[in-house]
């Protein structure tokens, strides 16, 4: 039964405001609150949704049918407090997803990495090819600007988060698993409790569904589904590969293939290996549909990927800026070698912010190796999102560990004179947190 009113605590976040939007393009009152205003808040006040940005218990509706929090909020926050001392409906976003999907067909996207290209993928060749869908992205797919549509058919792609075991909610017709690392440690302890949570996600489909798996996955004998079809951007291996892999004008051309079928000179005008790896699930996805091939390679050709995935902010002969929101140590090998793939000839200047302070730590190790791959190292202060300062946690641990030469720990307000000085042909700026408020300045920097 569609709601009359709905309240979110957060609205700002990616995934809260997906589901904003779907309450609001269905004529419900929707309102929230967030800490910061932003581009995207700004949107959906463009769009009819009231926000305000002070935690004022005297600014909320007091007559909602429900309130939809982030686990992001302290728990000290007065509003979600008031909501749930008198006894209102909170729900948390993954339980109003499960709401929404529990009578559709749905495609489910988890992983530790590659979730929101490849649910924008997915939900952009759905769209562009007719076939239609829901989409719940966590991301703002470039196509449209946005990180949520509507459609007639009752289909959905939604990106299944890990984070506070979100994904288990869900239930899948069609899964993808695209990566299964150690991360979000501070909620499940240890690396095996992630991998175990991943199996009991794939255990959630449904009867008849199937499950596309990234080949080569360490834990691999333990998804036991009836139908798996896994996938490799380099392993013949795989169900499905691909051959003839060319770069022409910065776009990737490559045949994908597999036993029963081919799909021959597919473009991809986005850079990173790993996105071809993640175009190569879409497909997955697309063929068990049965969309049809012509539509297919159209429908990637002008895909033009997700706001801050491998985001060419400039791009010409003098100058390169690529904005990416890789936080973890695999994502920043795979953004780096995704670089270098394009652009062998030319040096890279890494600008990288940590996010939080319990992921630094835990990957104390992983973050200098992959750090190290680049040309120059310029690393702001931690990000510390939910967390407090931990002891000795902070950014000149990271660089402390490093082998390569060019690396320091700037501030964000020494950024822009750094660039100055240094003057890189190719900047690639990466972090969760706030480093993409200063992209706009690098750029006129830079232009």
């Known amino acids: 039964m569609k709601p009359n009113s709905v309240y979110f605590i957060g609205i700002g976040g990616i995934g809260m405001s997906a589901l904003a939007r779907y309450y609001n393009s269905m004529g419900v009152n929707v309102s929230g609150y967030d800490k910061t205003e932003t581009v995207l808040t700004t949107q959906l006040q463009d769009e009819g949704i009231k926000i305000h940005f002070e935690d004022n218990i005297n600014l909320i509706p007091k007559q909602v049918d429900f309130v ?43 992983g530790t990495h590659g979730k929101t290209t490849t649910s924008t993928m997915i939900g952009h060749l759905l769209r ?17 600007n946005t990180n949520f549509w509507s459609s007639k058919q009752n289909n959905v792609v939604v990106e299944a988060d890990e984070y506070d075991r979100s994904f288990l909610k869900l239930s899948p017709n069609v899964a993808i698993i695209t990566a299964v690392d150690a991360d979000h440690l501070d909620i499940y302890g ?19 569904g199937c499950l596309i798996l990234k080949h080569g996955l360490h ?47 597919v473009v991809l005008n986005m850079g990173g290996l790993h996105n071809i790896e993640n175009a190569l699930a879409a497909i997955g996805v697309a ?29 010409n002969e003098n100058s390169v ?50 750090l190290d791959m680049a040309d120059r190292v310029a690393l702001l202060p931690i990000y510390p999102a939910r967390e407090l300062p931990i002891d ?8 402390s560990n ?13 950024l822009l004179e750094y660039i100055k000085v240094n003057k890189p042909e190719l900047i690639v700026m990466a972090g969760a947190g706030d480093i993409d408020v200063m992209v706009g300045e690098v750029k006129k920097v830079i232009s």
């Not at 240890?190 to 008849?208: L, M, P, Q, R, W």
């Not at 068990?288 to 400039?314: M, P, Q, T």
């Not at 490093?402 to 020494?414: G, H, N, T, Y």
Request: hydrophobic content about 40%; charged content about 25%; proline content about 3%.
């Open 402 to 414: 490093m082998i390569l030469e060019d690396k320091r720990v700037i501030s964000k307000d020494q």
């Open 190 to 208: 240890t690396a095996e409790a992630v991998e175990n949570a991943f199996v009991e996600f794939s255990e959630k489909i449904k009867d008849g």
């Open 287 to 315: 063929k068990y549909l049965k969309i049809d091939d012509i539509k297919i390679k159209a429908a990637l050709a002008n895909f033009k990927g997700v706001k801050r995935r491998f985001e060419y902010i400039v791009k």
């Open 219 to 265: 834990i691999r004998e333990k998804f036991t589904n009836q139908d798996i079809c896994t996938y490799s951007v380099s392993d013949i291996e795989a169900d499905i590969h691909i051959s003839n892999l060319q770069v022409i004008d910065g776009s990737y051309h490559f045949d994908v293939i597999n036993q029963y079928w081919a799909i021959n000179d």
């Open 321 to 370: 800026l690529i904005d990416d929101y890789a936080h973890h140590p695999d994502e920043l090998k795979a953004l780096i070698n995704g670089v270098r793939s394009i652009y062998p000839n030319k040096k890279i200047t890494l600008v990288f912010q940590p996010h939080l302070y319990t992921r630094t730590r835990d990957f104390a190790d992983g973050f200098p190796t992959a």
């Open 68 to 110: 939809v929090y982030t686990p992001a909020i302290p728990k000290n926050h007065s509003e979600l407090n008031f909501y749930t001392d008198n006894n209102y409906s909170v729900l948390k976003r993954s339980d109003v997803l499960k709401l929404i999907t529990e009578n559709s067909f749905n495609i489910c996207v988890a």
């Open 392 to 399: 000795g946690v902070n950014s000149e641990m990271i660089l």
């Open 128 to 144: 562009d090819t007719g076939f239609g869908c829901n989409a719940f992205l966590g991301g703002i797919a470039a196509n449209y």
